[in-house]
């Protein structure tokens, strides 16, 4: 089987090295998957896709967060907020952008098992960055065929195994004691390969108490147990045993020192520590030579710890939760997925993908209160669980050799419980259920108006459930918020891709979003968060990228995306969405082995709060980097020096949304500087 996938990707690759009726088809059109759940030419996929390859994310930073890689793509922003005890602030096009928590709004996949729990959130930190091959970002309405708070999908790809036997050590380090040591072993033969990949992070951290550690572990083995069957396993498992919050600033203390930390993290001992192990493998085999059945099944169990900083005597009312989360989770999931192609005549041809997903989630809380870093009394005792049944169908079919047409639809049935366990006089019992379900068509055309340029069209619509975290807690009494309910969107978008020339490709992606009922923070009290839906939203944009080999020596990339993003009928704009990002980058290679690159870095303003009363500042960044390359026998080096923040602007990273207290800023590194070594051997 992974024969025949060898020789559909050497096919694309053969003819984007070579002229095919008349069109230069170049290193700008990488294989993707994520469009249709399929191999394609990102050029002709009819949809807003990016990948990011190997190259791009080994020179973009020290391979510890997609923040690094992924502020080129157009229409998603990946906010670092210089706090590993809260994940990235990932948005695609506006959704996501008001978590405080993990990624919610868009779902994360790695090498076919999803990272996003069936509640719609997720956690970045899990991908193994030192062995990504590629990630994908899909936007827009097709999209939506991947389910709840789909509104956007970055998927990520495990590299290639390596021809032969091939080890790597790496090393990277930085100011305010970063460093991040890894090892790799990758080897493959006909019908065989492994890539093991292991590493370990520690970071002082930029202000005081913003300490983290983190050793992940990515491994990956396939076959091929038949001429039709390939069979691949992945294990990946992350130890994050300490990280410091130092929680955000007040506009007054962000002005008067960007360094410090809020006393009450000191206090409190704000923290955070967890554990996760998953366990996935991904089947395929083909039936025919037109059909193909695929499926997935995966497990996995998460651990966490987290000291919030709230305040000891907010702690003491009888319902609240207390100062200190742990819960155990255990998770698992399957997938089934069949593939069939009807050719009716030349140029003529029908493209039939039709699947089913079921995911659970079963969750056990406490909580307790926190003295001074320490767990007291018991506060909050649960038994959560949460589960997903999907069913999707989706058709591509060749009309005419210039025009094509696709359809698909998802339904799903998320079901949340939750059995209270601590029940007091003064606490009643908080058990009980809510349940959402959805069907969202998507539809669209593709025209290609010569083999240089493509255009497209595509409407759909999605919808988001809250979160566990989301539904726990009313404004006012006890029990599961049943009254919050799933939001619903309606996305509408047209692009164009086009050719200008050998070597250059201009992607454009104009997009209208409107949203209905979006899940807001309500109140915000000693700890307890609530939530409430805020009516309609609208977002409208537009997205340009474009790339270009200018000569054997000189490349550029340039992305612009603007983002309207308002609540409707008010007219403020949502928090924490920029509303313009821009990245521009020269890359010159003038000999065999050396490399440097200028990178620019542009984020609008962000909103913190629902009223909008303060923003960030906007923000232009200058990065510079040298690159080296070796090679001695059977040795490969590499040597990398980024200079990031070159001009030392002092400037906003991130914001956290709603915050009660007004501490909304988080500060971004002033300038620093990453020194990056690889030493490859490959065993002959």
């Keep these: 089987m992974r024969d025949m996938i060898d020789v559909r990707l050497a096919a694309l690759l053969a003819a ?20 249709q759940r399929s191999r394609e030419s990102a050029f002709d996929a009819p949809a807003a896709i990016s990948a990011v390859m190997r190259d791009v994310i080994e020179s973009a930073g020290p391979q510890v967060n997609l923040s690094e890689a992924l502020n080129r793509v157009p229409g998603i922003s ?48 899990t991908i193994a960055l030192a062995s990504a091959g590629r990630i994908e970002v899909l ?23 390596a021809a032969q036997p091939t080890a790597t050590v790496s090393a990277a380090g930085g100011p305010y004691g970063m460093l991040k040591v890894g090892a790799k072993f990758s080897t493959s033969s006909p019908g065989y390969g492994l890539t093991v990949d292991a590493s370990h992070f520690h970071t002082d951290g930029f202000r005081p108490h913003s300490e983290a550690q983190r050793g992940q572990l990515n491994a990956r083995w396939q076959s091929d ?43 409190q001992d704000a923290r955070k520590s967890v554990r996760q192990q998953q366990l996935g493998t991904v089947i395929e085999h083909r ?95 649960e038994l959560n669980t949460v589960e997903n049944d999907d069913a999707f169908a989706q058709a591509s079919v060749d009309v005419s050799p210039r025009w094509s047409v696709t359809a698909g639809v998802r339904t799903s049935h998320v079901r949340f419980r939750s059995r209270d366990r601590f029940i007091t006089a003064l606490n009643p019992d908080d058990s009980g259920s809510v349940r959402y379900a959805a069907t969202n068509p998507v539809a669209g055309v593709a025209w290609r108006v010569t083999p240089l340029v493509n255009v497209y069209a595509n409407a759909g619509r999605g919808f988001e459930t809250p979160s566990f975290t989301e539904l726990a807690y009313r404004a006012t009494g006890t029990g599961l918020n049943t009254d919050l309910r799933a939001s619903h969107s309606r996305h509408a978008e047209v692009g164009a891709k086009w050719k200008p020339s050998t070597g250059q490709r201009l992607d454009v992606a104009l997009f209208d979003i409107a949203t209905r009922d979006e899940i807001v923070v309500d109140t915000n009290n000693g700890g307890r ?26 490349r550029s990339s340039v992305s612009i995306a603007t983002l309207r993003a308002r609540f409707v009928p008010a007219g403020t704009r949502l928090p924490g969405t920029p509303d313009r990002t821009a990245f521009a980058e020269l890359v010159w290679s003038p000999m065999n082995g050396f490399s440097a690159g200028v990178e620019a870095v542009h984020t609008g303003q962000l909103q913190v709060d629902d009223a909008n009363s303060d923003a960030t500042p906007a923000s232009t960044v200058l990065n ?30 991130s914001v956290i949304v709603n915050e009660a207290n007004k501490r909304y800023f988080e500060p971004a590194l ?5 020194l990056a070594l690889t030493a490859r051997y490959e065993f002959r």
């Design 78 to 125: 990946v906010l670092n907020r210089q706090n590993y005890a809260q994940d990235l602030q990932l948005s695609i096009r506006g959704f996501g952008a008001r978590s405080t928590f993990g990624i919610r709004g868009v779902r994360l996949i790695v090498d076919g098992i999803p990272a996003t729990m069936p509640d719609g959130q997720g956690q970045a930190s």
């Design 16 to 35: 984007a090295a070579s002229p095919a009726q008349g069109e230069p088809v170049t290193w700008l059109d990488p294989v993707i998957v994520t469009a």
């Design 287 to 381: 039936l025919g030579d037109d059909t193909t059945l695929s499926g997935r099944i995966y497990i996995g169990a998460r651990d966490l710890d987290n000291a919030l900083a709230t305040p000891l005597a907010a702690q003491s009312a009888p319902t609240s939760s207390g100062g200190i989360v742990q819960f155990a989770r255990g998770y698992a999931g399957a997938a089934a997925q069949v593939a069939h192609s009807v050719r009716f005549a030349a140029h003529r041809a029908l493209r039939l993908t039709l699947g089913v997903e079921i995911d659970r989630m079963r969750e056990d809380r406490q909580g307790y209160i926190n003295d001074a870093g320490s767990a007291g009394a018991l506060k909050r005792n």
């Design 670 to 674: 002033p300038r620093n500087w990453l």
């Design 624 to 653: 510079l980097r040298v690159g080296l390359k070796q090679d001695l026998g059977g040795w490969h080096f590499s040597e990398l020096l980024r200079l990031d923040n070159a001009t030392n602007r002092r400037y906003a990273g």
């Design 529 to 554: 968060s609530t939530f409430k839906n805020a009516g309609r939203t609208s977002r409208r944009g537009v997205e340009l990228a474009h790339a270009a080999q200018w000569s054997e020596s000189l």
């Design 139 to 161: 936007r827009g309405p097709l999209a939506q065929l991947y389910g709840n708070a789909a509104g956007g999908v970055v998927q990520v790809f495990t590299e290639d195994d």
């Design 225 to 267: 147990i038949s001429p039709s069957t390939h069979i691949s396993v992945v294990l990946n498992a992350i130890d994050q045993p300490l990280s410091h919050d130092p929680l955000g600033l007040t506009r007054a203390q962000w002005q008067a020192d960007p360094r410090q930390t809020a006393a009450i993290a000191i206090a």
